[in-house]
Each structure stands twice: as C-alpha cells, then as structure tokens.
C-alpha cells in the first residue's frame, strides 16, 4: 500500500506543473510612451473563466492609451487546473 501512494505522489507531482511565460505580443511604430495599462483574466481547467477580461482594449482604457507602442502578455498556469493571463499595453 505504501508503494501505491508513493508511486501515486510521484505521478501527481510530474503532472501539476505550472510556468511563466511573457511575451511580446504586437509592436506599432509609435514611440514609447510613458503609461501602462494592465488588463488580468483568471481561469480554471481552461475553460471558465473566473474574473476578468485580458483585452488590448481593456487594458488601454485602464492606462488612459490612445496611441499604443507595444502590447506584452505575461501568462501563468498550475497545468492543468489555474491559468492567469495578464496584457500590458504601453504607449501615450
């Protein structure tokens, strides 16, 4: 019995992971403005979301940007249960 859970530990642990990405996601020719606008979306198993919206529009409205440089997404996840994505937009 005791080898079953050690063996069931072992596998739970090499499947639950999680990571941190950021990537740029889109870049314009404006110049780099000086406010930043952050826009957050959590969900569970992938699928249903929790809260938020991580739109390049909804982080614009929350920095006040009307001319956008560049747009960055960070995304973390515990696979396969939480997923956090978060869109900053940079830019006048």
Do not use: W
């Not at 530990?9 to 999680?18: D, G």
Request: proline residues 3%; positive net charge; contains cysteine.
């Amino acid at each position: 019995m005791k080898k079953i859970l050690s063996l069931l530990a072992v596998a739970a642990a090499f499947t639950v992971t999680s990571c941190t990405t950021v990537a740029p996601l889109t870049a314009t020719s404006n110049q780099v403005g000086s406010k930043c606008g952050v826009a957050t979306e959590t969900r569970i198993l992938g699928f249903y979301p929790l809260a938020g919206d991580h739109g390049i529009n909804k982080a614009a409205k929350e920095g006040g940007i009307k001319k956008i440089s560049h747009v960055d997404v960070e995304t973390f996840g515990v696979f396969p249960f939480y997923t956090k994505t978060t869109t900053q937009v940079y830019g006048e």
